[in-house]
């Protein structure tokens, strides 16, 4: 895993007074999690979103790919989704920066290992996936070639389950980036990359494959 790629978020976003006062025009009365699609909050979204960015390395809190800002906006996204804790929507220890698919994926999908606690945990051991402010990623994920997803531990195992980090799309613009980067290409070793059991490391193998092919294709037509 590239260095880049192991950040740990140092420090949560501040929020300005602006910020504070715009949250209390969206929440006047408590928070609710609609709240947070209301107009008001569009500049407290843009100086959270610009800030973990830069703390992200522009990455992905999940995948730690590259968040291509000219696909689509990078998503603040809420750990502890807002819908299960709106209480914690506006804290900044609850948010990071994810790509559009790896917030679709987690969705709602439930990350506490007690789901009734009333005071957002600031512990590793409360969280089931791999939180971006306290875990170190590479202690729990290894990203195999630059490829694929394996788990080295439980909490490692869980992140790939909650962002369906197995899919074989990531796999495959993973493999296509590092193809465009290092300007080769093992067809074979990257057909090849399975865990330790000999599974595959992505949940459609055989769409990764087609896809892989693609690429080789490409990149024959591109370097001929």
Known sequence: MKAIEDFLIDAPYVKTVTDEALIAQASPTGNNADDWEKSCLSEYKIRAR???????????????????????????????????KPDWMY????????????????????????????????????????????DRYSKHIN???????????????????????????????????????????????LLALVNHSGKPLVNVYEKFEERIHEICEEYKKDNN
Do not use: W
């Open 50 to 84: 610009e800030y973990y960015r830069k703390k992200q390395n522009r990455r992905c809190a999940y995948c730690r790919t590259i968040v291509r800002t000219s696909q689509a906006s990078p998503e603040i996204e809420h750990i502890v989704p807002k819908s299960d």
């Open 143 to 189: 990203i195999i070639d630059g490829i694929l997803y394996e788990g080295l531990t439980k909490k490692g195992r869980e992140t790939i389950r909650i962002c369906e980090l197995d899919r074989y799309e990531l796999a495959a613009e993973r493999a296509e980036d590092k193809i465009k980067e290092e300007k080769t290409l093992d067809e074979q070793a």
């Open 91 to 134: 804290e900044s220890f609850n948010q990071c920066v994810s790509c559009k698919m790896c917030n679709t994926k987690k969705s709602t999908k439930n990350v506490l290992k007690k789901k009734n606690a009333t005071i957002l945990p600031r512990k590793s051991t409360a969280y089931l996936l791999v939180h971006p402010h306290i």
